[in-house]
Nanobody, 118 residues
């Protein structure tokens, strides 16, 4: 019932910045939070952070704090992942996900590739 599309990925040199966007369509009123995940080659999918739709509380994991920021308007559509000081270890496919409170991440986007060169 919710469709998500990520955009903004690409190739960037180490130390550069990118802003990813996640646009939602469909029954967006049912969204409780929008989350960002990433998956590097050969590694498991990793939770990056999320932002609640109603309260606007944003959170990122300790490993990217100070460098990554999640934001959005009052409707949280689109939701952004602003990334600064990118490192090669940040290379991954980045996904956004959403859902209702009881199943927070039941809808997923197709992912957008972020590649950071040294």
């Amino acid at each position: 019932q919710v469709q998500l599309v990520e955009s903004g990925g690409g190739l960037v040199q180490a130390g550069g910045s990118l802003r990813l966007s996640c646009a939602a369509s469909g029954r967006t009123f049912s969204m409780y939070a929008m989350g960002w995940f990433r998956q590097a080659p050969g590694k498991a999918r990793e939770f990056v952070g999320d932002i609640t739709r109603s309260g606007g509380n944003a959170y990122v994991v300790v490993s990217v704090q100070y460098l990554f920021t999640i934001s959005g308007d009052n409707a949280k559509n689109p939701v952004y992942l602003q990334m600064h000081s990118l490192k090669p270890e940040d290379t991954a496919v980045y996904y956004c996900a959403t859902g209702q409170e009881s199943s927070r991440f039941s809808y997923w986007g197709q992912g957008t590739q972020v590649t950071v060169s040294s």
